[in-house]
């Protein structure tokens, strides 16, 4: 079955430092993979999203992802975090049409 | 750009009362998503749409039931409400033929007391 994983439950990191979350999928062929974004009881904002081609993408503010397919990874990267950037963050993967969403990844900036 | 608009954006029931939800997709879009978060938790698929027609169906339980209607707005009806029913409830719309990304509003929050 399809699946996503975060393995990363709660990521803390200062201001200005460098981000990584990881998202790892399960799925037999390449899905359509995305991450989005939710703050505190708001919807989801769509960060970026891959479907084919270059394998570096760039999304909204500031935000990219790489997805590898020898991993069957896909994670998101932010060179310097603003404090806005506290949220839940979560990847998701669209093998048939419906989305399927990883745990999510709390994402704490600390001043 | 006209967004995906859901109502009511917050809704109190008491347990076995009924609440309906609605989803106004974004204009032209013919396919609609319907997925619960549970507090804490990830969103979870509960069916869609497309054309009017179900085109797939998830863990949605059978007390709750949804359409589609010609104006390709979506309706979720919740029956019998339990404490468990309690998350925020999202739609998302598409276009099928763009093959693009699906569009979420910003949610129903549901309570049952």
């Known amino acids: 079955a399809q699946s996503v994983t975060q393995p990363d439950i709660h990521i803390t990191v200062s201001e200005g430092a460098s981000l990584e979350l990881r998202c790892n999928y399960s799925?037999?062929?390449?899905?359509?993979l995305f991450w989005y974004v939710q703050s505190p009881g708001q919807g989801l904002q769509l960060l970026l999203k891959?479907?084919?081609?270059?394998?570096l993408v760039q999304g909204i503010k500031g935000f990219e992802a790489e997805f590898k397919r020898s991993q069957s990874s896909f994670n998101l990267r932010k060179p310097s975090v603003h404090w806005s950037d506290a949220a839940e963050y979560f990847c998701?993967?669209?093998?048939?049409?419906?989305?399927?969403f990883g745990q999510g990844t709390t994402l704490q900036v600390k001043p | 750009a006209a967004g995906v608009i859901q109502s009511p954006r917050h809704l109190i029931k008491e347990k076995r009362e009924t609440a309906t939800l609605k989803c106004y997709p974004i204009?032209?879009?013919?396919?609609v998503y319907w997925y619960q978060q549970g507090p804490g938790q990830d969103p979870q698929f509960l069916i869609s749409?497309?054309?009017?027609?179900?085109?797939d169906k998830g863990s949605i339980p059978d007390r709750f039931s949804a359409q589609q209607f010609s104006d390709y707005h979506s309706e979720l009806n919740m029956s019998s409400l339990e404490l468990g029913d309690s998350a925020l409830y999202f739609c998302?719309?598409?276009?099928?033929?763009?093959?693009?990304?699906?569009?979420f509003g910003q949610g129903t929050r549901l309570t049952v007391v």
């Open positions: 998302a719309s598409s276009l099928a033929a763009s093959n693009t990304e699906a569009f």
């Open positions: 799925y037999g062929a390449t899905p359509y």
């Open positions: 891959y479907f084919s081609g270059d394998t």
């Open positions: 998701a993967v669209d093998p048939t049409g419906k989305l399927i």
């Open positions: 204009p032209r879009h013919d396919t």
């Open positions: 749409f497309y054309e009017k027609m179900q085109s």
